[in-house]
């Protein structure tokens, strides 16, 4: 239902953008956002913007990511600048709403090389 897409292989202190759609009818009431996970660490949580539109951000991402929202196409993109070696990850978009589990997207694979 969520598919991202935008990843790829990028230079250090480049950017990527990345987009996430949402193919069904559920409309995710209270935010949308995106996880990522890297080789042999936990998932990790990197933004999510609210319904009000409020944006926010992990502390590693802070200043360098920006998330933002389509509220009429029920998308979410993560604009991503600035990217270290360490941002490399799938990244995952997820869409929450009231008294549903969280839905999760399929992942998209972000490279930074050094």
């Known amino acids: 239902q969520l598919q991202a897409c935008g990843g790829g292989l990028v230079q250090a202190g480049g950017s990527l953008r990345l987009s996430c759609a949402n193919s069904?009818?559920?409309?995710?009431?209270?935010?949308m956002g995106w996880f990522r996970q890297a080789p042999g660490k936990e998932r990790e949580w990197v933004a999510s913007i609210t319904r009000p539109g409020n944006q926010l951000y992990a502390d590693s991402v802070k200043g360098r990511f920006t998330v933002s929202g389509d509220n009429t196409k029920n998308t979410v993109y993560l604009q991503m600048d600035r990217l270290k070696p360490e941002d490399s990850a799938v990244y995952y978009c997820i869409g929450d709403r009231i008294g549903s589990p969280r839905v999760w997207g399929q992942g998209t694979l972000v490279t930074v090389s050094s």
């Open positions: 069904g009818s559920t409309f995710f009431s209270v935010a």
